[in-house]
């Protein structure tokens, strides 16, 4: 088991990136965005420089946050950004000797209904999105977001069984705002360990995000994990009884909170509470092992 984040969250500079990941003792990044771009996607020269940064500092990137076939874009018009950006992470990721990248189902067909949603269509697309990275040696990590497979565990289920060799991500936070197509409407809002459960035997990966959601507002706050209601400590416990091995990658996504009143520089709350939420996943996973 090795702990890892999504550490733009701490820093928009890979400088600060490095900074926060080093502060907490670890010694892997789950890249996502740099300078405002994603990993995938910046220049090649910026690349080489992140290449060299990384290396001096000791840490790796053990996946990439790619955008591939995710929450903001349509089933309905060509995949062809996703299959550039695919073939524009390959070769940065054997670079890099990075073995995972996050990818995800395309949105959901808004006013379609969950029968309703070109479900062949995204599974074609996929068998094609995996082979890519399977023939480079690469695995894909489907993520439980806003998208198809993120509907509920009936439906990432359906996609583990049309595309061979996806495995999954599994985000701990995500079921907690989003409703369960499986149910009639109007649907409830999933439940993270029943949505876990039932797929924990594909899980190859998680992400930790916890909060609760606000039925009035219809709004999320974000908590730091163990704290909400995405059944955080259950999940973890229950993936260290079973010997999980993977990583464990953070992602706060907390709004900046000053703690300390003599720090108002928005920067340093940002990576103060990045580590600050790292720190606590380290006590809660302690926690867990010692049976407190």
């Known amino acids: 088991m090795y702990l890892t984040g999504f550490a733009d969250e701490a820093a928009g500079d890979i400088d600060g990136q490095i900074g926060a990941t080093r502060e907490l003792g670890w010694s892997n990044i789950e890249s996502r965005n740099i300078s405002g771009r994603n990993i995938h996607d910046i220049p090649e020269d910026q690349f080489e420089v992140v290449c ?8 790796r990137i053990n996946c990439f946050g790619s955008a591939i076939a995710n929450w903001g874009k349509s089933i309905e018009v060509p995949f062809d950004s996703s299959l550039a950006e695919a073939k524009r992470a390959i070769p940065r990721m054997k670079a890099l000797g990075t073995e995972l990248i996050r990818i995800m189902s395309l949105a959901v067909r808004k006013n379609h209904g969950p029968d309703d949603q070109m479900e062949e269509e995204r599974f074609r697309r996929l068998r094609e999105l995996v082979k890519m990275f399977a023939d480079a040696g690469l695995t894909c990590v489907h993520e439980n977001c806003m998208n198809y497979g993120g509907m509920g565990a ?3 289920m359906r996609l583990l069984d049309a595309v061979p060799g996806l495995r999954l991500v599994f985000d701990t936070g995500n079921p907690i705002f989003t409703d369960d197509y499986s149910k009639k409407p109007p649907c409830p809002k ?3 360990w029943e949505f876990y459960a039932s797929v924990r035997e594909h899980v190859s990966y ?4 916890d909060g609760v959601w606000d039925t009035k507002t219809g709004e999320m706050t974000y908590t ?6 995405g059944d955080v400590k259950r999940i973890l416990t229950d993936l260290l009884s079973r010997g999980y091995a993977g990583g464990i990658s953070i992602e706060p996504h907390l709004s900046v909170v000053f703690h300390d009143e003599s720090v108002k520089d928005e920067a340093i709350a940002r990576r103060s509470n990045y580590v600050e939420y790292g720190r606590r996943l380290m006590k809660l996973l302690a926690e867990i092992q010692t049976g407190r």
């Not at 060299?52 to 840490?59: F, P, T, Y």
């Not at 998680?206 to 995000?209: A, P, Q, R, S």
């Not at 730091?224 to 209601?229: L, S, V």
């Open 190 to 192: 999933q439940s993270s």
């Open 224 to 229: 730091f994990a163990g704290d909400g209601h």
């Open 52 to 59: 060299g940064k990384l290396r001096d500092a000791g840490v």
């Open 154 to 156: 009936v439906y990432t």
């Open 206 to 209: 998680i992400h930790i995000k």
